[in-house]
C-alpha cells in the first residue's frame, strides 16, 4: 500500500514539473518571441521612418527646385521686362527726342573767327556781320558755309555803336529798310536767318520793326530776336504775320570770364531741357571758345542743333 501512494505521488510531481517548465519554457518563448516582434517591428518602423522622410525630403526637394524655377522664370521675366523698359527710355531719350540746344556765336568779321569756331567741332551758328570797315569783305566768309546767320546792326542808346556802317535807324525810310534787306540777300544768296546787333532802339519802334520783319519775309529771310530789350515788338509782329517767334533765350558771355561762361551754358542747357529747346547767344571772345570746349561733356545731354535745324 505504501508501495502504491509512493509510486502516485512521484508520478504526480513529475506530471507537474514537466508542466512547469513547459509552462516555464513557453513563457520564455513568448517573451523571446515579444521581444522579436517588437525588435521587428521597431526596425521596421525606423526602416518607414527613414524610407518616409527621404521620400518627403525628395518631395519637399523637387517642390523647392519647382519654386526656384519658377522664381527664376518670374525673375527672367521682370529683367526682360526691365531691360525693354530701359530700352523705351533709351528710345525716348534719343539723339533726335532730347532738348533741342541752338547756340550762336555773333560778331563774326574775320577768317581766324570762323576758324576758331570750326576747330570746337560742335553745331554752332556763325552770325557774320555784312560788310563794314572792320573787314568789307565778309561776307565771304559765307560763302563755303551751309549753316549761317547775318548780324545786322540796328539802332541801339549807343551813339558810337550807332556809327557802324549802314546800320539801319528809326529814322530810316521803308526804302531804305527795304533796299538794305535786298542787299544783304545780294551779298549772302545762301541766307536764311537774320538777326540783330544791338537794336534796343530800334526794336522797340513797332513801324519800323514791322517793315524790317514784312521785307526779310518778302526775300525769305527769317528774323532771330537777340531781344537787346524787353520791350521788343518782334514778337507781336511775328505773330500778326503768322510766323514762328524766334528769340534768344539767353546770353553766355555777358561776363566774360571762362568759368562764368561756363556756368551760363549750363544754365542754357537746364533751358532747354525745361521747354524743350533753347537759344544761346555768345561772342568771339577767346574765353567763350574755352568755354565751350569745357562744355562738350555736358552737351551731350541735348541735341546741339543749328539754327536752321531747330523746325
Not at 542787299?183 to 514791322?210: A, D
Not at 514778337?235 to 561776363?255: G, L, M, P, T, V
Not at 562764368?260 to 524743350?276: C, D, F, Q, T, V
Request: with cysteine; charged share 30%.
Amino acid at each position: 500500500m505504501k508501495f502504491i501512494v509512493i509510486i502516485f505521488f512521484t508520478i504526480f510531481i513529475y506530471s507537474n514539473s514537466y508542466s512547469i517548465v513547459e509552462n516555464f519554457n513557453t513563457t520564455k518563448s513568448v517573451k523571446i518571441k515579444r521581444k522579436f516582434t517588437k525588435v521587428k517591428r521597431a526596425k521596421t518602423k525606423k526602416v518607414k521612418k527613414v524610407f518616409y522622410r527621404k521620400k518627403s525630403k525628395k518631395v519637399v526637394v523637387k517642390k523647392v527646385f519647382k519654386k526656384r524655377a519658377i522664381k527664376k522664370r518670374v525673375v527672367q521675366k521682370k529683367v526682360v521686362i526691365k531691360k525693354a523698359t530701359t530700352n523705351k527710355k533709351l528710345v525716348k531719350t534719343t539723339h533726335s527726342n532730347r532738348a533741342k540746344l541752338v547756340i550762336i556765336i555773333d560778331d563774326i568779321a574775320h577768317k581766324y573767327e570762323l576758324n576758331r569756331l570750326k576747330s570746337l567741332g560742335l553745331k554752332v551758328t556763325p552770325s557774320i556781320f555784312p560788310p563794314s570797315k572792320m573787314n568789307m569783305h565778309s561776307n565771304l566768309l559765307a560763302k563755303d558755309l551751309k549753316h549761317f546767320m547775318v548780324h545786322l546792326p540796328l539802332q541801339s542808346n549807343s551813339k558810337a555803336l550807332n556809327k557802324m556802317h549802314k546800320t539801319l535807324l528809326v529814322t530810316s525810310s521803308n526804302k531804305v529798310i527795304k533796299d538794305r534787306v535786298l542787299e544783304i540777300k545780294r551779298l549772302f544768296p545762301n541766307v536764311k536767318f537774320l538777326n540783330n546787333h544791338t537794336g534796343s532802339v530800334f526794336s522797340q519802334n513797332y513801324k519800323k520793326s514791322k517793315a524790317l520783319y514784312s521785307a526779310l519775309l518778302s526775300s525769305g529771310i527769317l528774323f532771330l530776336d537777340s531781344r537787346t530789350t524787353k520791350y521788343t515788338k518782334f514778337k507781336k509782329i511775328a505773330k500778326e504775320f503768322n510766323q514762328r517767334y524766334y528769340k534768344c533765350d539767353h546770353f553766355i558771355d555777358n561776363k566774360v570770364s571762362t568759368q562764368a561762361i561756363l556756368k551760363e551754358i549750363k544754365r542754357g542747357i537746364a533751358i532747354a531741357k525745361s521747354k524743350g529747346y533753347a537759344v544761346l547767344i555768345g561772342h568771339p571772345h577767346q574765353q567763350t571758345f574755352k568755354a565751350l570746349n569745357l562744355a562738350k561733356k555736358y552737351l551731350k545731354s541735348v541735341n546741339l542743333i543749328y539754327i536752321d535745324e531747330l523746325w
